[in-house]
Structure formats: C-alpha cells, structure tokens
C-alpha cells in the first residue's frame, strides 16, 4: 500500500501531512509549511492555487476564492471569473495541489488521504468534503474532528491516560472539545463550536473599524469598493498577525481609492476590546463542553491551543485566566491538526502507534411519531434516536407501531437536532416503506439508525412480522445528494489528473482499520452496558456481566474476531434492554 496522507483543509490555510520514519512529516507545498486554501484564475484564464492565487486576490477579487469551507455542503455555486464553481470542485482543487505536492516530496503517486474537518461539521459538509477529496482523485479513508487530530498530535507518544481541552480557532470556525486518553484510546468527550466564528471575523471588525477612520477622513467608506475593500483585507490581516507580537501596528496602503491614502495607527488594547466578545463566545463553548461532559476544569490535565488565530494573545490570557492551566505550545497550533492527521493515516497503513481513536456525534438523529406534548397527542413529535455525545460508531434501533388497520406504507422521515417536535430540527431525509401486510393497526415497524465513523447516516426500516425493509443512506435536505462526480470531473477538465479514478470505489477494509474499529465498537458498547446495569432485572444484568467479562478477556489477549462477535452479542441485548 502507498502512502497515507494527513490533511488539513482548512478555511484560510492548508497543511498535509504523512509519518516517515514513525514522525510526522510537515510536506511543504511550493516550498512553504502552510498553503492558503485560495484558489484562481489568472489573466489568462489559467488556474492559481494557494500563495499564487492569494496574491492575486486584492487585484483580482472577482476571479479569486477564498474560505471556500464555510460553503462546504451548500448547493449554491460560486463565481470564478466568468465561470461558476460547485463548493466540492473549488475544495478538490486545493486538495489535488496537496496531493501533487505530497507526490513530488514522497516520490510515489498518492491515492488515499484522511482529511479533518471541524467537530461541527454536519452530514452535509462531511459528505461535501468526502466528495471533494474524491473528485481530486482521493481516496478518503477517514474524515476525522480537528480537535481530535489535534490530540493524537500531542498525545501519540505517551501512555499516562490524561484530559485536555482542544481550543481551535482558525480562520472561519471554532471549536472546543474535551478529550480523554485513557488506555491508548483517545475519546472526544464532548464538543460545541461555531462554524462561522474564527480569524476573519477578527478581520472584519479590524476593517469596519478602519472604514470608519477612513470616512472620517475622506467621506470615502473603502468597504464600499471591492478593489480597495480585497487591499484592506490583506493589510488588516497583516496587522493582526503583527499585533500578536507587538503593542502597536500601522497600516499604510497607498492610493487605496484614487489619491486617497490610508494610514492608520492601531493599538492592540484597542483591537483586543474590538475581538473580546467574540472571545468570550468561544469561552461559553468551553464551559458548555464541561458541562455537556459533566466535568469541571479542574479534572483537566492540559489545554492545546490549535488554529492560527490562537496565536492572538487574549487566547491565552482568557484561558488561563478561565481555566486556570497554561495552554501547551509546544506544536505549531497551524500544523497540530495535519499531524494528527497523518498519525491516524499510519494507523490505517497498518503502521505501530499507540492510540486508537473513538469520536463521537455532536448531534442527536431521530425520527417524528405520533406522541405527547404539551399534554397533548401530537401527530409529529420529536423521538431521538442516536444521542448527541453518544461515540461512534453507533447503532440505534427502536419499536414503533402502525396507526391504522390494513396501512400499507409508512413515510420514515429522519431529523438532526434536539426540538421537542420533528419539524423544528433539520430535516435529512425521509423515505417509503411500502408493501406492508394488510393487518390491523399496531404492525411493528423496527427502525435503525446507524452513523459510521465519519459521521453518515444509515436507515434501516422493518417490518417486524415479515422481515420486509429498506435501508437508505441519508442525503440531507439541502441537496448534497445532487452531487455528480462525473459532471464535475468534465467540469474542471485538466485542471484535475483523470486517471486518478483509479483510486476507485473504497477498498476493503485492511486489518488495522478493522481492528481499531472494532475495538471502538467495543468501548462504546461497553460504555452503554455498564451504564444500563444498575437499571435492569438481575437476570438480564447478570448475562451483560458475563458478556462484558469476555468482551474485557478478548480485548486484552487481543482477539479481535472474538471481540467482533462479543460486539454483535452486546449490541442485540442493548437493543431490547435500552428501550
Ligand atoms: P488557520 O485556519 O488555522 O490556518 O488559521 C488562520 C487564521 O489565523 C487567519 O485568520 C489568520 O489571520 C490567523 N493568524 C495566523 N497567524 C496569526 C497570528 N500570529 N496572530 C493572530 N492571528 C493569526
């Protein structure tokens, strides 16, 4: 097999990543750790990815994309040019520059990656992303959370079980997750964030306030020029940078309209006072998350700091001063996630290392039923299904009952969120289930929810008495599912290699994938038995006891088929005895 790659497809920047030698190795892209995720086209119509294209972008706006991954998994189409380009096309051509790169550095061609993505990332964007790599000829083997990429990072190396807090702040999102390292086995805990709040935003308010000077000065508001508004973006950006290491910073830009000149002065207390609410958001991120992980900051072991805007020194300062740890510094916060990327890539090449992941779901999958609320029968309420924090993968399965005598169909309609009634969620998917036998109402239909390691969702429905059922993949409302490899493929034409098809439908699953999934099929399995044993009859908790006793013998001599089948045993008994 060849190699692996980590990748990090970040909002302003991207970074890959692959272990050689067991370390990993930072793959520089022309020359540089770090790739702007921007793509372009020249004058001449030819395409620019990364430094190129964001050189460019204050001349040339209208032909430049930047942060094209706060639109990953939307249907709208961006413009480049005079062309227009699906979200999953622009973020595949940043992906095959990684690519490219990774093969002249390696010497060898590239066909598999894992990619992360931000821990709130939903099914839309997973997928999107998923497509992207595909369609730059990848095959992704994992999409992984940042934050959780960020710890194998840190943590590949040690054997004391240990808590840490991830804060990630990049350029366009945040987020906060707890992670635990008990046992070799790496477990995200609990995670909230923001997928609109990072370095831009910082950006933005730094420009808005410079507009304002300007104004005063010139009665000209430069934001209201696309030019001057790209320029300003570029300088403001800059002084941010400066202003992590210096009190004060200037920003000068000649001629930015007409004869007009910009030259401001701008103090960090100032710029801080400008970012500090938004600071503060990312900190009520953080409390939720002890609280969603029923933990207090004091049971933490370590904060890391990932993400470029976590340079910014109120970072720190409000961490500290909050959480009362000093963050970790020690790995550059930019290239953290590609490492632990490229550490979970090893993994999957079969390579030695020492933790094994275990993510969990940020969102709560259920379906609508006829039920209570507000002391009322309700033809829609909300039932959930998979629990938000609940690891994965996870498989949920429940009863329900027909309403009518001799129904045939039943409409199974699929929802993301935590609302008391179905509609006000986020609609994924529904689907018929039709053929139903013809007998009175209270045929049960077995509905089962399954979310992979990547976050996808299967539905299974059944009819109980026949067996008969259907199972979808669900495609979320919003028309990801829409996506066609092959019509975007001919869309992008040379600028992506076509032999990279090759890297075709997923392969097989290699022996120390299939081991590292079982083994975290077998932790969160132990997990929801050990949780439900004090709650059922002594019969039933004592034939989960033995069960659990062989599923601990077969993870510690290392048996793994015998685990696989312990696994399906727990998941049959949890089945009827977590309803
Ligand atoms: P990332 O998405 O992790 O690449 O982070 C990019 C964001 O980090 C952008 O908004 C950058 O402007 C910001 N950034 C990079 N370096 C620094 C720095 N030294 N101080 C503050 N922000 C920075």
Known sequence: MGAVIGIDLGTTNSEVAVIRDG???IIPVDGEPIMPSCVGLDSRGELLVGRVAKNQMAAAPESTILSIKRKMGQTERVAMGDRFFSPEEIASLILASLKTAAEAHLGETVTEAVITVPAYFDDAQRKATQNAGQLAGLDVRRIINEPT???LAYDADQTSDRTVLVYDLGGGTFDASLVVVQ???VEVKSSHGDTHLGGDDFDHL???????????????HPLADLKAKNRLWAAVEKAKRELSDVPYTRIREEYL????????EI?????EDMIRPLLRKTMDSVHRCFKDALMLPGALDKVILVGGASRTPLVAELVKKEINIEPRHEIHPDLIVAMGAAIQAAVIQGQKTKSILVDITPYTFGTGAVGVYNGQLHEDVFVPMIHRGTALPARKGKRFSTMHDGQEAVDVRIYQGEAPLAEDNIFIGNFLVEGLSDVPAGNEIVLTLALDLNGVLEVTAAEKRTGLSKTVTMKTGDGTAAFDLEQAREHLGDWIETESESAGPAP???AADEKEQVMAAAKALRKRSTALLNDIDA????ELRALLADSQKAIAEGRYQKLAELNESLSDMLFYLED
Request: charged share 30%; proline share 2%.
């Open 23 to 25: 370390r990993p190795e």
């Open 149 to 151: 990429a960020a710890a």
């Open 183 to 185: 046992d070799g086995v």
């Open 206 to 220: 730094l420009m808005e306030h410079v507009d304002r000077i300007f104004f005063e000065q010139h009665a000209v």
């Open 257 to 264: 309209i007409g004869d007009l000149h910009l030259d401001v």
């Open 267 to 271: 103090e960090r207390s100032a710029y």
């Open 508 to 510: 097989s699953v290699d």
């Open 539 to 542: 019969t039933d908790a004592s």
